[in-house]
């Protein structure tokens, strides 16, 4: 557990933020993302094609990812429990969702991240669609890293926009974990009707303790 105090102030949450690993990660991504883009060129209407798709892919994946991914259970497959680093540290991190590291996404996954995201692009036709596409995934991926992380300090909201989203992690933390999934948006909670009204939800006796005793009482692999 970090005994690091958390940011109150938006300059100490960017120094903070910067400190951690995937974050520097995803930003040099971008960085380099965005030289590419430049380098390449060729300005159309078409390359907004692959931005778009981002964009209105991002609050599904963003909820499948959260519900199916950080939140699975440990299984039994042939005699050995199944049991990923991410989720693993996701229950770690509701059960002190002020332990600093635990916010971010683990190394291992992170290196996936930009794996896929390359990957994905280079199936896409034309440098400058490709190049495109890579800038508006990694600039997802470092919003989605600052808006969890900036959600877990101790800075209050102040537009009403990252209050609403500000107010809907917090839920999901603190009052239940079946709920509110979205971070950088709510889109796909509604969707997938999972933003209730919180006097609709009870309480969850396992918020802090994702899928009870008996999930954290298995060995994991």
Known sequence: MTTERLARTLPQAVRQFLGFTSPRILLTCLVVAVAIRLWVGDYVWVNLIPVV?????????????????LHARPRQVAGRTVDTVVAREHRAHHADPRDLPLIFIPL????????SVVIVGLLIPGWSDKSSFWVAAFAM?????WSHFLIHTDYKP????????YTNHRLHHYRNENYWFGITNTLGDTVMRTAPDKKDV???PTAKNLHGAAASSMGSS
Request: hydrophobic share 55%; aromatic share 20%; with cysteine.
């Open 202 to 204: 009870p309480v969850s």
């Open 108 to 115: 291992r996954w992170c290196l996936y991240l930009v794996a």
């Open 141 to 145: 991926a470092v919003g989605y890293e």
């Open 53 to 69: 798709a981002v964009i209105a892919f991002q609050p599904f994946l963003e909820w499948i990812l959260h519900v199916f991914v």
């Open 158 to 165: 102040k537009s009403r926009a990252y209050r609403h989203l």
